[in-house]
């Protein structure tokens, strides 16, 4: 029988927040464990840095673009998903939260689902756990191999001791959920990511951030509990970078980076990392496919993972694309990205100098902390400019914009022969904006 198939996301999930990761130490335990019995990839990118689309691009191996879901949309008709190909290999499919982010949501034909209040707000681990164990029951009962999409609502807002939760969430939905394990506070001093201003107001949410990121990894130790680890393939990924400005919602190193782990006994090796060649999210519904031996859909823009999995060399991997094309109140802000170990290039095709950005990234209080502290970054987070180029080894934050320093020119022109190239291959709708605008620049 195929190895059975456990997907476990989070929901706004910084990159470099795992332990496993690089990022506060005693954050996210369970990863940190998963990731010591399999294999890590420091340079994992979602394709889209929201939370739909980029659902949707995982589970139809296809930009978004290709498979018709560029913001809050459902998938094509015609373009195949996940659960509907590992039927054909007699699957039994499941998905706890998150159930609506995939639209239609019959087209998916799920066998098993749970929503968001049948799990605690998506917050209650031991509801994940309970509903997981009913899951590998039933599958067991039939005699199927199974597939379980386990999508936590952590960390995504309101995070956990916030204002904005008790605003957010009646008590009786709160009593639904426990706190975290553990809860971070300013006694803990673990800072601020680096593309953030250390304010007052940035601590203090970047701590509850932290602790909705503790509760998450509480929910994925409820579901590993509940599955054979002999047989069955796990990944875990989030859906997009932290919801503060210059993450979520943006086409940044700190938007798209996603903290990818795989664990699949007999084919990875425990403790090992892949930190040298570019991996997308996309690449995950070939290597479903592989893993269940079921042929991958014509179409599919991802390449299957088993040969790095295996420790084998594979060619291709030395950039990421990324995109982002609309946010979940249907503002569109079309962004194109190329990155490589040495720069990130970003082309906003939105960017005129007068229409300010606005997202869900800004709601909270590290937006409003910044503008009260001013300074450039407030402007150039509202209006960006045209494009933008980070030397990401020597500012791996993306802090300053090199697209206007004639000694990056060459640099410059070389990015955007590859965007172009890249726009040519997939049949991304704005080549012929891009190109117009290299004519002009």
């Known amino acids: 029988m195929p190895p059975n198939i456990l997907l476990i996301t989070a929901d706004d999930m910084g990159g470099d927040t795992p332990g496993c990761f690089g990022g506060p130490a005693g954050v996210t335990p369970t990863l940190d464990r998963l990731a010591?019995?399999?294999?890590?990839?420091?340079?994992?990118?979602?394709?889209?840095?929201?939370?739909?689309?980029?659902?949707?691009?995982?589970?139809?191996?296809?930009?978004?673009?290709?498979?018709?879901?560029?913001?809050?949309?459902?998938?094509a008709d015609g373009v195949p998903v996940l659960t509907e190909v590992l039927r054909e290999a007699g699957y039994f499919c499941g998905i706890l939260g998150k159930v609506d982010h995939l639209q239609p949501v019959e087209r998916f034909g799920w066998d098993f689902t749970r929503g968001m209040r049948e799990l605690g707000m998506g917050r209650s681990?031991?509801?994940?756990?309970?509903?997981?164990?009913?899951?590998?029951?039933?599958?067991?009962?039939?005699?199927?191999?199974?597939?379980?999409?386990?999508?936590?609502?952590?960390?995504?807002?309101?995070?956990?001791?916030?204002?904005?939760?008790?605003?957010?969430?009646?008590?009786?939905?709160?009593?639904?959920?426990?706190?975290?394990?553990?809860?971070?506070?300013p006694e803990d001093d673990v800072g601020v990511p680096g593309f953030l201003p250390d304010l007052p107001a940035v601590r203090q949410e970047y701590g509850e951030y932290l602790s909705s990121s503790r509760r998450c990894d509480d929910v994925v130790a409820a579901v590993l509990g509940a599955v054979d680890a002999a047989d069955t393939l796990v990944v875990f990924l989030s859906d997009n970078g932290i919801a503060v400005p210059f993450a979520k919602a943006n086409c940044y190193l700190q938007s798209s980076r996603?903290?990818?782990?795989?664990r699949w006994p007999g084919a990875t090796r425990p403790g090992t990392s892949e930190d040298t060649v570019f991996v997308?999210?996309?690449?995950?519904?070939?290597?479903?496919?592989?893993?269940?031996?079921?042929?991958?859909p014509s179409?599919?823009?991802?390449?299957?993972?088993?040969?790095?999995?295996?420790?084998?060399?594979?060619?291709?991997?030395?950039?990421?694309?990324?995109?982002?094309?609309?946010?979940?109140?249907?503002?569109?802000?079309?962004?194109?990205?190329?990155?490589?170990?040495?720069?990130?290039?970003?082309?906003?095709?939105?960017?005129d100098g007068v229409r300010e950005y606005r997202a869900e990234n800004m709601l909270g209080l590290t937006w409003p902390a910044m503008v009260e502290a001013g300074g450039d970054r407030v402007g150039f987070y509202l209006h960006r400019a045209p494009e933008e180029l980070y030397d990401l080894r020597a500012d791996p934050h993306s802090l300053a914009n090199l697209a206007a320093d004639p000694a990056y020119g060459e640099d410059l022109a070389a990015a955007r022969r590859e965007l172009l190239a890249w726009l040519d291959t997939t049949g991304d709708p704005l080549l012929g904006t891009y190109r117009a605008f290299l004519a002009e620049s």
């Open 280 to 296: 997308s999210a996309l690449d995950l519904f070939p290597t479903f496919c592989a893993a269940a031996g079921v042929p991958v």
């Open 299 to 351: 179409g599919v823009d991802g390449q299957s993972l088993l040969p790095l999995l295996r420790g084998e060399p594979q060619d291709g991997r030395d950039a990421v694309h990324t995109v982002f094309h609309e946010t979940a109140a249907k503002g569109r802000f079309e962004m194109r990205c190329r990155q490589d170990a040495r720069f990130g290039y970003i082309w906003n095709a939105w960017s």
């Open 125 to 185: 681990p031991a509801a994940y756990g309970e509903a997981s164990a009913a899951f590998v029951a039933e599958a067991a009962g039939q005699g199927r191999p199974w597939f379980l999409m386990a999508n936590a609502h952590d960390p995504h807002r309101p995070y956990s001791g916030s204002q904005a939760e008790q605003e957010r969430f009646p008590a009786e939905a709160r009593a639904t959920y426990p706190a975290p394990s553990r809860v971070f506070g």
């Open 36 to 75: 010591s019995e399999g294999m890590t990839f420091g340079r994992a990118h979602v394709a889209v840095a929201v939370c739909q689309p980029s659902r949707s691009a995982i589970m139809t191996g296809r930009w978004p673009h290709r498979n018709g879901a560029q913001g809050f949309e459902p998938i």
């Open 258 to 262: 996603t903290p990818l782990i795989v």
